[in-house]
């Protein structure tokens, strides 16, 4: 579409490790489902921003980079 910007973005998310599960910091992100993120930390500075992102594509591992970024051009 004439017009219409694209935006690529990559989100890579981890599982806490047993240092942090120790220290009692979680994540403040959760995957709400195969291609949503959703942020569940109280950081006021993020009032103005979605709480949620979906995004078109997901990689489970093992993947490699290259083909998803070649796709998305």
Known sequence: MAGEERILVSVRLRPVNAREAERGDGS???C?????LMFRGNIPER???PTSYTY???CMQ?????PLLRRSR
Request: aromatic letters at 10%; one cysteine or more.
């Open 47 to 49: 009032a103005m921003f």
């Open 28 to 30: 403040d992100w959760e």
């Open 56 to 58: 078109g594509e997901k």
């Open 62 to 66: 093992p993947c490699a980079l290259s």
């Open 32 to 36: 709400a489902g195969p291609t949503t």
